[in-house]
């Protein structure tokens, strides 16, 4: 172990407390960038973390992204840039994240406010945003506050990059990062994220690979209005009885995705790729156990990793317009919106997923002879990324031991190694109800990004 590492990891545990106190902050604020009306709470969490980052002596700027496209009546929240040291002698790391959330409240079944950050008697750490991703993006500011404390040198010169759109997709980042590549990250010698989870409860992780995400909705629309069903029920085609079929044509009810021609576009598996799943850590208990039910598809683990890792899957994830509240509510409704997305894997490229995807949808409404109107659209589309796990970024971080939309165009724009070096563990459950983060992985997770910065500062260079 580094020297100097020893004095960071007891100034880490002097300063938990403090740690939890600054998290607990940060998940009080509810920065949901999906829901409009937060907007100003994503803004509000931005101008903290920036306060913060200025707090321990960083130089920090909030750039404006512009308007939402679609929503030009919506400012989108500003990225959040820093720097902290800038000695030439030292190498730059880039550390990306987001300091936005997934809606969450308390009618979803929420066992705790979610807003309020909640620790039981086991140490878990309940609240939206506490693993994904405010826990970790503060973990790199308590790994900067503890080093000072601890008088002991920061290894490392680092740029922060933090995004307040990620759960929508990372609107305008991708834009924003090309710009920056040459201009504010140029002295960036590798990118570091900390935004997903160990596979297991016990093993951290590193991440070389991500599947992408191509996001859809469909809209089926008939009527003028909302209808009264004891009225017009019998008299108008219904548009949710339309799209209901066109989901349920989607994928069967062991995940096989049902459209013609995708399953083509994957890389097939080879021999070698095979035999690589028996050794993981892994096992069907642990999914089990992050899953909180025994459903799973598979009955064994290769074949779970791989559904997981290396081929596409399709979700249903909701319907906009259709009626969701407690209560038996006799409505037609006139337009509804389904949401399903696919997490896409190599070598499928998203225009010929579109493609694929519009003629299929297409073809299953016109099966119905509905004299709905059908509209089917892609929301937004981020590509896999698989990395090079031989790079000394990843060497280092394999000494202190899952899509994100922008990982590959930080690969991309800036040409460095992306490593994701994960906090949290597979219960987290993010994006889910009851997402918590366990205080040992905060603590521990700061001292394994400390640590990190530690010895990516003395690899050699030549990978
Ligand atoms: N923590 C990473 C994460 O949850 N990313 C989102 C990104 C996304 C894509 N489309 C909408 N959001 C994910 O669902 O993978
Ligand atoms: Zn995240
Ligand atoms: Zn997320």
Not at 141 to 161: T, Y
């Amino acid at each position: 172990m580094a020297p100097q590492l020893d004095g960071f990891f007891k100034q880490v545990d002097t300063l938990s407390d403090h740690f939890i106190d600054r998290l607990r902050k940060a998940v009080a604020i509810p920065s949901i960038s999906a829901e409009e009306a937060r907007r100003p709470d994503v803004v509000r969490m931005g101008e903290w973390l920036a306060d913060e980052l200025t707090a321990l002596g960083a130089e920090v700027e909030k750039r404006p992204l512009g308007k939402q496209p679609g929503k030009e009546h919506l400012d989108l929240p500003p990225v959040v840039i820093a720097r902290y040291g800038n000695d030439k002698n030292k190498r730059t790391i880039l550390v990306y994240g987001h300091y936005d959330v997934q809606p969450a409240g308390m009618e979803d079944g929420w066992a705790t406010e979610p807003f309020e950050l909640t620790i039981d008697s086991k140490d878990r750490m309940y609240g939206r945003g506490s693993t994904d991703d405010k826990g970790p993006v503060l973990g790199w500011l308590n790994a900067i506050e503890a080093h000072q404390k601890a008088g002991v040198d920061f290894p490392v010169n680092l740029l922060c990059c933090f995004e307040g759109m990620e759960e929508y997709g990372s609107e305008g980042l991708d834009d924003f990062i090309k710009a920056e590549a040459k201009n504010y990250f140029k002295d960036a010698d590798a990118v570091c994220i900390s935004d997903n989870y160990w596979l297991g409860t016990e093993k951290p992780c590193l991440t070389y690979g991500l599947r992408g995400c191509s996001y859809y909705s469909v809209e089926v629309s008939g009527p003028g209005q909302d209808l009264h069903s004891g009225v017009f029920g019998g008299t108008a085609q219904e548009p949710m009885t339309d799209l209901v079929r066109i989901l349920a044509s989607l994928v069967d009810t062991n995940g096989k995705i049902q459209i013609p021609g995708l399953a083509e576009l994957v890389a097939p598996l080879t021999e070698d790729e095979k035999s690589l799943y028996g050794d993981i850590a892994f096992s069907m208990d642990m999914l089990h156990e992050s899953l909180g039910s025994t459903t799973s598809i598979h009955p064994d683990k290769e074949r779970t990793l791989m559904g997981r890792w290396r081929y596409p899957s399709l979700s249903v994830h909701g319907v906009e317009g259709a009626f969701s509240q407690p209560g038996a509510k006799t409505v037609i409704p006139a337009k509804v919106i389904g949401k399903f997305s696919i997490r896409t894997v190599p070598n499928m490229e998203p225009e010929d997923v579109d493609r694929l995807v519009f003629k299929y949808v297409e073809e299953q409404f016109n099966k119905l002879g509905s004299k709905n109107k059908m509209n089917c659209t892609l929301q937004h589309a981020g590509k896999w990324w698989v990395a090079s796990p031989k790079h000394w970024n990843f060497s280092a971080a394999k000494k202190v031991e899952g899509n994100i939309p922008v990982t590959l165009t930080f690969e991309q724009a800036t040409g460095k190694n992306v490593l994701l070096l994960p906090m949290g563990s597979s219960t987290d459950a993010a994006h889910s109800i009851n997402e918590k983060l366990d205080k040992k992985n905060y603590i521990e997770g700061i001292k394994l990004l400390g640590a990190y910065l530690h010895y990516v500062a003395e690899e050699p260079m030549d990978k």
